[in-house]
């Protein structure tokens, strides 16, 4: 936060932990390149772009706030945002650490320092959370955020790898779309909405795979994708399959004969996810995840009832999107060696078990 708003009489910075308020360990001055005026009715707050902020639709970062969302209040109560407004760099207040929990109220609002990483047993070691940085896009299309150049978008000798998590475009659900290039696994594109039904993301998927696809000079990049088959999955399924104009030059990965994209099972996606931690935490060539979104939900995907998921009050889609990359990863181990070697890279099956408290968990090959 702000100094200046820091210093007002109102302020009021407590820890919610497990066993109740607790305070802060310091702060630190840090210089913030952008910031942002989020404007309500009583008051305002003057954050970095990475400040976050719990709204009716759950974990935000500031530069995602848009006029109209409800922030939620210690009372849990909500305030509807007037206007959010971009102000000049400036050195600003961040919390070093809080002890027992990750989230705040401050000034009767409910925030989240992202930099403190749970004690809870995530599915990424904290170590290699906090050396990963996000990076900003180098430009945005079609509502996709890119971390290439234009000109460096598809041609011969390329492959990509496009993973979507369909949902119902509305509240805490939101459709995903990411891609990574291969070998390299860099996180290229990707675009989230919850304000999109199925029709219209068919046609962004649509839009992307052919924008991937286009032939450049003497050849076409590969694309490799697929979507996740569940009730909403299926509604984009029939569109897929009455669409008498398909992506053409895209192979669509199926998991099961007769049926399209795939479909997880529990056992399916702690493998998924097992896979996915270890191409996250290689020394070298591991994944490059660039999302500020991405990395967020990673901070606050958990061990839980024998399985991963979001934190209570979190969202996990970004993270399921990139787990279906594994799958993708599957397809191309049938003909690439260098996908065979990654999907059959060992997991200590006595260290998982551990974790999940003794409980079976399934291993083998992707």
């Keep these: 936060m702000a100094e200046q708003y820091l210093k007002k009489n109102e302020r009021r910075v407590v820890v919610q932990t497990p066993t109740g308020p607790k305070a802060f360990s310091g702060m630190s001055k840090t210089w913030h390149e952008k910031t942002i005026k989020v404007s309500l009715s009583d008051r305002f707050f003057h954050v970095g772009c990475k400040h976050v902020f719990l709204?009716?639709?759950?974990?935000?970062?500031?530069?995602?706030?848009?006029?109209?969302?409800?922030?939620?209040?210690?009372?849990?109560?909500?305030?509807?945002?007037?206007?959010?407004?971009?102000?000049?760099?400036?050195?600003?207040?961040?919390?070093?650490?809080?002890?027992?929990?990750?989230?705040?109220?401050?000034?009767?609002?409910?925030h989240?320092?992202?930099?403190?990483?749970?004690?809870?047993?995530?599915?990424?070691?904290?170590?290699?959370?906090?050396?990963?940085?996000?990076?900003?896009?180098?430009?945005?299309?079609?509502?996709?955020?890119f971390w290439v150049q234009p000109e460096s978008l598809g041609?011969?000798?390329?492959?990509?790898?496009?993973?979507?998590?369909?949902?119902?475009?509305?509240?805490?659900?939101?459709?995903?779309?990411?891609?990574?290039?291969?070998?390299?696994?860099?996180?290229?594109?990707?675009?989230?909405?919850?304000?999109?039904?199925?029709?219209?993301?068919?046609?962004?998927?649509?839009?992307?795979?052919?924008?991937?696809?286009?032939?450049?000079?003497?050849g076409r990049a590969e694309v490799l994708w697929t979507f996740e088959r569940n009730g909403i999955g299926e509604a984009m399924c029939a569109l897929y399959v009455s669409d008498e104009r398909q992506p053409e030059f895209a192979e669509l990965y199926s998991d099961a004969p007769g049926k399209y994209g795939v479909y997880t099972t529990g056992k399916t996606k702690i493998v998924s996810c097992l896979q996915l931690k270890t191409l996250i935490e290689k020394v070298n060539n591991?994944?490059?995840?660039?999302?500020?979104?991405?990395?967020?939900?990673?901070?606050?995907?958990?061990?839980?009832?024998?399985?991963?998921?979001?934190?209570?009050?979190?969202?996990?889609?970004?993270?399921?999107?990139?787990?279906?990359?594994?799958?993708?990863?599957?397809?191309?181990?049938?003909y690439n060696d260098e996908a065979f070697r990654q999907v059959n890279e060992y997991v200590d099956p006595n260290e998982v078990e551990d974790e999940f408290g003794g409980e079976p968990v399934p291993f083998g090959i992707l």
């Design 55 to 110: 709204t009716e639709d759950g974990w935000k970062f500031a530069d995602h706030i848009k006029p109209g969302d409800e922030l939620v209040r210690e009372d849990e109560t909500a305030s509807a945002v007037i206007a959010v407004t971009a102000m000049p760099g400036e050195f600003m207040y961040d919390l070093l650490d809080v002890d027992g929990g990750s989230s705040y109220i401050a000034n009767g609002f409910i």
């Design 286 to 334: 591991g994944m490059k995840l660039n999302s500020d979104i991405l990395l967020f939900e990673l901070k606050n995907f958990i061990a839980r009832g024998g399985s991963y998921e979001a934190k209570t009050g979190s969202t996990d889609d970004c993270v399921m999107a990139t787990v279906g990359i594994t799958r993708l990863i599957k397809r191309l181990a049938e």
């Design 155 to 218: 041609g011969a000798g390329k492959t990509y790898l496009v993973s979507i998590d369909p949902a119902t475009g509305n509240a805490k659900d939101y459709s995903v779309i990411e891609v990574f290039d291969f070998p390299g696994l860099n996180q290229i594109a990707e675009w989230r909405s919850n304000e999109i039904n199925i029709p219209l993301l068919y046609a962004k998927v649509k839009w992307l795979l052919n924008k991937l696809t286009e032939p450049i000079g003497r």
């Design 112 to 145: 989240h320092n992202c930099e403190f990483l749970s004690s809870d047993a995530m599915l990424i070691s904290s170590m290699k959370l906090q050396q990963i940085r996000e990076t900003a896009p180098i430009f945005e299309d079609m509502g996709f955020r």
